[in-house]
Each structure stands twice: as C-alpha cells, then as structure tokens.
C-alpha cells in the first residue's frame, strides 16, 4: 500500500531564516506532487504540482521555491521566511490517471513563523 | 465569484441525526468529485470520489452529484461523534492541470 510521509511534524522559524520542507511517497512509481499550504479556517491552496523529477510548476508567485530531486521526494524550501509563510503545509500525491486524479494527503508540517 | 463554495459551519447535530453537506460550483467542466474529511491538525482523507451526477453509497455515507445545478452533496447518516471534523469538496475536470479546487470546508459537530 501507499504511504506518504512528512517531516518535520511541526516548526517554529524566526523571520528571515531558511526554510527545508520534506515529504516522501512509499509503495507507488511516478506519482504526481503536490505542495497545498492552508491557512487556519481557509481551505487550501496549491503552492507548487511536479509531474516528474525536476519538473516544478508553481502556482503562486512567494519566496518558496519546491524541488524535486527524486521520483518520490518532494521538497519545499524558502531562502528567507516571512510572517504570512505561517500555516498548515500539506503534501499530497496523485495517480494521475486518464479518468481524473484522486489526491492523498500527507500528515501536514505546521509552520510558526515569529 | 469563488469557484468553489462551502458554507464554513459550524454545523451542530445531535448523535443519531442525518447530515446534508452541501457545495456550490461555477465551473461546468468538473467531471469527477472529491469528499475529504480533515480532523483538526490532520491531513485530509479521501472520503467519497464519484464521476458525473448521480448517487454513490459507501456504508453511512452518500454523495450527490447534480450537474445541471452545480450543485454536490453528502449526506451521513446515523451520525457519530467520530464524524466530528472537516469536510472539504474538490472538484476537478479530469483534464488540464490536475490540481483539485477545494472549497474551505464545512465544520462538522455531532454531539454525543
């Protein structure tokens, strides 16, 4: 079966430092990525999707960037937070099949920015 | 307009009761649905996943699709405390970008 990880479970940051987010699939090949980023009370927004090793494709324009250095690893990096990179950072992956795609999530980082 | 829609709750019943969670779409390109259920500090769960309209049963629970109103729901019944959480509808084409467009969720609170 399928599992996907994240790590760390929770982080506390001050302004202006750096930011590592980590997330990887077990059990599945070639999956589709996806970073989503949910604020409390809101519902989620997609940050950055990868269809393959190093294919990136951001939706939002921010200071995070995401990598995706293997087929199962997924990363989420900023080089200088902000106060709004606050929030609940989901990571999910997707079969990707012909008849539409359904997403499975991972445990959720929880990021404090102070 | 959002192009997903949700009423945000809180959604109180009692244990026992039926529930109606409902969602509004814009979009007429959405072919297949998606029903997440999130628990506080949790990553959301695939709950129910259903193609066009129409009704599809998985035990307690039933989604609804009705394309010609834009209009989703899922319905629970026998309701538990257990059910208490989240409930978020994603919607997608099946085609293009193949993110999900989720709406912000209905909080869900069956009480004992």
């Known amino acids: 079966s399928q599992t996907i990880h994240q790590w760390p479970a929770t982080l506390v940051q001050p302004v202006g430092s750096p930011l590592s987010l980590e997330c990887t699939v077990e059990?599945?090949?070639?999956?589709?990525l996806y970073w989503y980023r949910q604020a409390a009370g809101r519902g989620l927004q997609l940050l950055f999707y990868?269809?393959?090793?190093?294919?990136i494709s951001s939706e939002v324009p921010q200071n995070l960037s995401a990598s995706r250095p293997q087929d199962r690893q997924f990363i989420l990096s900023s080089k200088k937070l902000l106060l709004s990179d606050s929030g609940f950072y989901l990571c999910a992956w997707g079969s990707g099949t012909s008849r539409g795609e359904t997403q499975y999530f991972g445990p959720g980082t929880r990021l404090l920015v102070l | 307009q959002k192009e997903v829609e949700q009423d945000p709750g809180p959604l109180s019943v009692p244990e026992g009761a039926i529930v109606s969670l409902n969602c509004t779409y814009s979009n007429s390109a959405f072919q297949y649905f998606m029903w997440y259920r999130q628990y506080s500090r949790k990553g959301p769960e695939l709950l129910m996943y259903t193609y066009s309209s129409g009704n599809k049963e998985d035990g307690r629970f039933t989604a609804q699709v009705d394309k010609s109103s834009k209009y989703i729901s899922l319905f629970i019944r026998d309701s538990q405390p257990s059910d208490s959480a989240t409930y978020l509808c994603?919607?997608?084409?099946?085609?293009?970008?193949?993110?999900?467009?989720f709406g912000s969720g209905t909080r869900l609170q069956v009480q004992p």
């Open positions: 994603a919607p997608h084409t099946g085609t293009g970008r193949r993110a999900l467009t």
């Open positions: 059990g599945t090949s070639n999956p589709n």
């Open positions: 990868s269809v393959g090793i190093g294919q």
